[in-house]
């Protein structure tokens, strides 16, 4: 059935490291979106893509992430270099129209030591 | 600014009804949502109005649009310990099209 794919589910790092989250959007979706949940800031938006070009990241530290869409079934996250601070789960999401209608993937939770 | 809030956290007995509160910034939004999150899991979407209606029914389910006040309300009428999970209020911004979410209230359901 169809669905967003993230990986890794979980990633452990030391400060400092470079750490890489992919998606697999469903097939056909033309948005995608990453979202960054902590308890103390819940669900933030990080960045969104439509037709792969990137239309706000104003969410996203530029320092140190990156996001990129190298194809319609890819979406990458960096975060280089990693801090604790970065410690989350971060989702990614696809839709098809843009009508608010998400679909979400797993997630992938980070833990930078 | 873009704000969605909610109450963090609600605690209701089975059989209950439980209603969930959220208010919102943008007056001109065309949608507002309701997601759910179950435990280790991505947010699903539930259910959603469009701006020009005041309520909609879908089975359990009851949304109540406030749109002068830019109040949204969920209602789960008979609540079950299956419905334990986080719920997000969402909704989005006309002029980006970007959705943003409430911090989620936390739906404990006690048996």
């Known amino acids: 059935d169809a669905r967003v794919t993230q990986t890794p589910r979980h990633k452990v790092t030391e400060m400092g490291q470079e750490v890489t989250m992919r998606c697999q959007p469903i097939l056909g979706h033309n948005t995608v979106f990453w979202y960054r949940q902590t308890m103390m800031q819940g669900l933030e938006l990080l960045a969104y893509f439509r037709n792969r070009a990137p239309l706000d990241d104003s969410g996203m530290p530029k320092d140190r992430f990156s996001a990129e869409m190298p194809d319609a079934t890819l979406a990458t996250l960096k975060i280089q270099p990693s801090e604790p601070r970065d410690s989350a789960v971060y989702f990614c999401?696809?839709?098809?129209?843009?009508?608010?209608?998400?679909?979400f993937g797993e997630g992938s939770r980070l833990t930078v030591l | 600014g873009e704000d969605v809030e909610q109450s963090l956290f609600l605690s209701v007995r089975e059989g209950d009804s439980s209603v969930i509160n959220c208010t919102y910034t943008d007056s001109s939004s065309t949608y507002l949502y309701w997601y759910k999150q179950e435990p280790g899991a991505g947010l699903q979407l539930l259910t959603y109005?469009?701006?020009?209606?005041d309520m909609k029914q879908d089975q359990r389910l009851t949304v109540l649009l406030n749109k002068k006040d830019k109040h949204l309300s969920l209602r789960i009428a008979d609540t079950q310990t299956g419905d334990s999970a986080i719920y997000f209020c969402?909704?989005?911004?006309?002029?980006?099209?970007?959705?943003?979410f409430g911090q989620g209230t936390t739906l404990q359901v006690k048996p």
């Open positions: 109005i469009f701006s020009n209606m």
């Open positions: 999401a696809s839709a098809l129209r843009g009508d608010g209608e998400l679909f």
């Open positions: 969402a909704e989005t911004f006309s002029n980006t099209g970007k959705l943003i």
